[in-house]
T-cell receptor, first 109, second 115 residues
């Protein structure tokens, strides 16, 4: 079966750095997505990785290792507004997104 | 503003009611999706439409009936629902369904409660 695993909840301090991990087992691979979802709002796109390595976009970076079936989202200089759920999703061989359950990130002052 | 709108935002219905959820995308996309999001569970893909044709129906009960009259509009018709159908229903769109870098844009969702 297809499976995406990520921690249920994480806590970090304002101004710090946090890394959210995602491991996956899917039928084929056409890229990995990270989305942010604030409570009661729509998920919004953060990043897409299809090749191994690190993609940096401002305070957020995303890393992929296809051989390990592993990705992480790195958030730097945390702000209170970063409190949200972070969803990992993998596009399989049929170009369908397989989703993780999301990681709820709590930022404390 | 994500370019994808959904109405209503909240809906409470009895098990014998019939209601419809509406989604509209203003992005010129060719693909539209219905997802179900339950607390602490992964997003569940329900239906996929590409150029107004249904291309995916992930074993969804027949009490959920989708309709896509054109590439900008998507409906989800609900009838004789069960309390376990209470969830957030999200609509999304993307440029197409056959490319990898295929970011999906989501609407704000309809919070459905079945009594």
């Amino acid at each position: 079966g297809q499976n995406i695993d990520q921690p249920t909840e994480m806590t970090a301090t304002e101004g710090a750095i946090v890394q959210i991990n995602c491991t996956y087992q899917t039928s084929g691979f056409n890229g990995l997505f990270w989305y942010q979802q604030h409570a009661g709002e729509a998920p919004t796109f953060l990043s897409y990785n299809v090749l191994d390595g690190l993609e940096e976009k401002g305070r957020f970076s995303s890393f992929l290792s296809r051989s390990k079936g592993y990705s992480y989202l790195l958030l730097k200089e945390l702000q209170m507004k970063d409190s949200a759920s972070y969803l990992c999703a993998v596009m399989d061989s049929n170009y369908q997104l397989i989703w993780g359950a999301g990681t709820k990130l709590i930022i404390k002052p | 503003e994500t370019g994808v709108t959904q109405t209503p935002r909240h809906l409470v219905m009895g098990m014998t009611n019939k209601k419809s959820l509406k989604c509209e995308q203003h992005l010129g996309h060719n693909a539209m999706y219905w997802y179900k999001q339950s607390a602490k569970k992964p997003l569940e893909l329900m239906f996929v439409y590409s150029l107004e044709e249904r291309v995916e129906n992930n074993s969804v009960p027949s009490r959920f009936s989708p309709e896509c009259p054109n590439s900008s509009h998507l409906f989800l018709h609900l009838h004789t629902l069960q309390p376990e159908d209470s969830a957030l229903y999200l609509c999304a769109s993307s440029q197409d369904i056959t490319s990898g870098a295929n970011e999906q844009f989501f609407g704000p969702g309809t919070r459905l409660t079945v009594l």
